[in-house]
């Protein structure tokens, strides 16, 4: 493959990436526009799955509680492993561009967290946490740490092969 036909292929997967990115942060947006009874009620819900499925025998408080923390953690996650990509497909086209898409990626996924943290000011019944921040960007950045694991563990395998 061509440098250029290569390059150009890098730049299509950091769009489609980006693209992907901002989809997933519109389905956050999603979630945090709903007011405290939606929120609630959906959290219970998985909760009531959670409770029947494993017998838990825990006040179903805490685990509504993990529920709704972890739903951010992953949430975020998700929004981290996604601009990991995009940012580091971008790297590849534009090679000015720092390595760093785990870092570039999280600060990102902070910047959006504490935004749409803020945004939940304006919610009925909900406010901003800032432990929620943390937790989503924790999320992001356990993200980017796995799949920099992983792209790790896939360069060692290759030159032992060779």
């Not at 025998?57 to 949430?75: G, L, N, Q, W």
């Not at 919610?123 to 790790?152: E, F, H, M």
Request: charged share 20%; hydrophobic share 50%; with cysteine.
């Amino acid at each position: 493959m061509s440098s250029k036909k290569g390059s150009s292929r890098a730049l299509v997967l950091a769009i489609v990436f980006f693209v992907l990115s901002a989809v997933w942060a519109v389905v956050i947006f999603g979630f945090s526009a709903q007011d405290s009874e939606e929120s609630a009620s959906l959290s219970g819900e998985v909760t009531e799955v959670i409770i029947e499925t494993f017998e838990v025998k825990t006040e179903p408080d805490i685990i509504e509680y993990f529920v709704r923390k972890s739903a951010h953690f992953c949430e975020y996650a998700v929004l981290g492993g996604l601009l990991f990509g995009a940012f580091a497909f971008l790297r590849r086209h534009f090679e000015k561009v720092p390595y760093f898409a785990a870092v570039l990626s999280s600060i990102t996924s902070l910047i959006y967290a504490a935004s749409d943290e803020l945004h939940q000011h304006f919610v009925s019944g909900r406010s901003p946490q800032l432990k929620d921040v943390l937790i989503d960007t924790s999320g992001a950045v356990l993200a980017g740490l796995l799949i920099c694991l992983i792209l790790y563990i896939i360069a060692k395998a290759k030159t032992r092969r060779v």
